[in-house]
């Protein structure tokens, strides 16, 4: 009963913290993109991928 209690316990904490390690990746990829977007603006480019994701739609 405790150990299978405490697999349980140590399996929820597992899935938090994949969980939360995926949200901060994803946030770290919008963050570096949106860098990416302003440094680009800046320099007066335009994103080059900018024309594919239109068409990927």
Known sequence: MQL???LGLVAVIFLVAT???VLEDR???RRAAER???RLASLGE????AAQRLLDR
């Open 19 to 21: 969980v939360l390690v």
């Open 27 to 29: 946030r770290a990829a």
């Open 36 to 38: 990416r977007r302003a």
């Open 46 to 49: 335009v994103d080059p991928l």
């Open 4 to 6: 299978s209690l405490i």
